[in-house]
């Protein structure tokens, strides 16, 4: 090359990056602000949505907030693609307490073995007195359309787990955390516990970027990086809807309708994108504000960070800048969502705390035995608390954290009567 033009090319790069970083600018809010809080979704019977107040998310054109949550509560059926081997019948079923998009005591179930070898496999499951398979699927739906399509985990799957049913008001946020800010958390975690905690990040397929992957952030293994491929997902694999992003329905006994059931409505969007919509419009679960501003609850947010629960269930995160684009270049953060400071109580990484179920989703065979710190924002609208739900009380939920958790559980058991209630205040504050 002359070197005019290399001079040329080094001077359109200049004006390029310069364009694109005034682009950058404009979009960048440096004011960063509290992520709006509030349970501002209620459920209705009548006119679902219509009392909904969002984060400030700006809708696609013709769409509104209220037909993205209406899409989230619409109870599908058969005729309208519903199975064949499905677990509930809405988003809403599962994800609704307090209100639409909150959590729930549904609990799925999920099975497997470990080979020879010490490989975790899914199993192959037959159904219809052995007729037809469903083949290598952890997931067991606990439900079908017709007799001949129900599922039922065969005896050689030892491994058998119960997964409950996760929050997912404010994930929006959660999504616009950029990757770097996961992966930093991950690099402190050691020096902060003498080399005991180390979280680890994964890197999922994005489902709606074919041959992308980002860090996984959302379900208990981590398992996606974004809202637009969990729903798509649960659309499959809750309710037995098919997709564009997932074709294919888990079998063909007793299907009636043509794939993908979901497509583009009147507004040209399609169901999965209604819910992710509504899921990134949502406000992060507030906190009781009366509790919280009782020095019982102020001494336990101290000693909560002072024993190292903070360590993983990290206080708050920044979201990345408005105008970042993510999700493998699909998505750009909206204003509403951008540079926002959220709580959520948790670093989104995957921990060995002794409590893993043994079930291998995205990550490589070390995450088998690994769980996501479970954020706890919106932990008071829990009964049923960890991944299985069966701890009744916050004492023991504590009490099962051992391996990475060992030492705060230890710390917890060695902090007076009165630090531990004033903990356990400040937990259910939250
Ligand atoms: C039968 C109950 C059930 C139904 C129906 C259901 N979900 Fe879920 N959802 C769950 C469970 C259980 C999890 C945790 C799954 C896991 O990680 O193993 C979850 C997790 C999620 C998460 C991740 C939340 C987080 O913060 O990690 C999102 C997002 C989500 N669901 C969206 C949806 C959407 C959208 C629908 C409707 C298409 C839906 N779900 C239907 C039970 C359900
Ligand atoms: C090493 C990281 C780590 C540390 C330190 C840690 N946790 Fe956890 N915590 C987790 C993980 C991972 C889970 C999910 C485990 C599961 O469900 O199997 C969890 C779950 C929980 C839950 C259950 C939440 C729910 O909705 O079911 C509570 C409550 C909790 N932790 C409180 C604490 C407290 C209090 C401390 C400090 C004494 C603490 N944790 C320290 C990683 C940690």
């Not at 969002?54 to 199975?83: C, H, K, R, W, Y």
């Not at 809405?90 to 497997?112: I, K, L, M, W, Y």
Request: proline share 7%; hydrophobic share 35%; aromatic share 6%.
């Amino acid at each position: 090359m002359k070197p005019w033009n290399v001079l040329a090319v080094v001077l359109s790069t200049v004006l390029v990056v310069l364009a694109s970083g005034a682009r950058v600018i404009r979009h960048h809010d440096p004011q960063e602000q509290e992520a709006p809080a509030g349970f501002t979704t209620p459920t209705l019977s009548e006119d679902p949505g219509s009392q909904s107040v969002s984060n400030g998310i700006v809708q696609p054109p013709d769409d509104t907030f209220a037909m993205d949550q209406a899409a989230f509560e619409e109870a599908d059926g058969v005729d309208t693609g519903l199975g064949p081997v499905f677990n509930a019948r809405s988003c809403a079923d599962c994800h609704q307490n307090p209100v639409t998009g909150g959590v729930s005591q549904v609990a799925e179930f999920r099975a497997g073995h470990y080979d020879r070898r010490g490989n975790f496999v899914n199993p192959n499951i037959p159904i219809n007195d052995n007729q037809n398979v469903i083949p290598n699927r952890s997931l067991v739906n606990d439900r079908a359309v017709c007799p001949e399509a129900q599922e039922r985990a065969p005896k050689s799957e030892a491994v058998r787990a119960l997964r409950m049913s996760l929050n997912t008001l404010g994930d929006g946020f959660v999504e616009a955390i950029d990757d770097g800010t996961l992966q930093a958390i991950a690099q402190q975690q050691p020096a902060l516990s003498g080399g005991k905690i180390g979280g680890e990040f994964i890197q999922v397929p994005v489902l709606e970027a074919p041959g992308q992957t980002r860090i996984g952030r959302f379900g208990w293994k981590d398992q996606h990086a974004s809202l637009l491929s969990f729903s798509s997902d649960a659309y499959l694999n809750e309710q037995g809807i098919t997709n564009r992003l997932n074709m294919t329905d888990t079998t063909t006994v007793c299907k009636t309708s043509s794939d993908p059931e979901d497509g583009p409505d009147e507004v040209g969007m399609a169901d999965i994108d209604h819910f992710a919509q509504f899921i990134r419009g949502t406000q992060v679960p507030p906190v009781d504000a009366t509790l919280m501003a009782s020095s019982d609850a102020q001494a336990g947010q101290q000693i909560f960070t002072q024993v190292g629960c903070a360590i993983c269930h990290v206080t708050a995160i920044t979201t990345a800048p408005a105008g970042t684009v993510i999700n493998g270049g699909t998505f750009t953060v909206p204003d509403a969502l951008g540079s926002r400071i959220i709580h959520p109580y948790s670093d989104f990484l995957l921990h060995n705390i002794g409590t893993g179920d043994g079930i291998v989703q995205n990550g490589p065979p070390d995450t088998g035995y690994k769980v996501r710190t479970t954020p706890l924002w919106g932990l008071r609208t829990h009964d049923r608390l960890m991944h299985d739900g069966l701890s009744a009380t916050r004492e023991q939920a504590i009490q099962r954290h051992k391996g990475e958790a060992l030492d705060s559980a230890n710390n917890f058991k060695g902090l007076s009567p009165t630090q531990r209630s004033q903990l356990l205040t400040f937990l259910n504050a939250l």
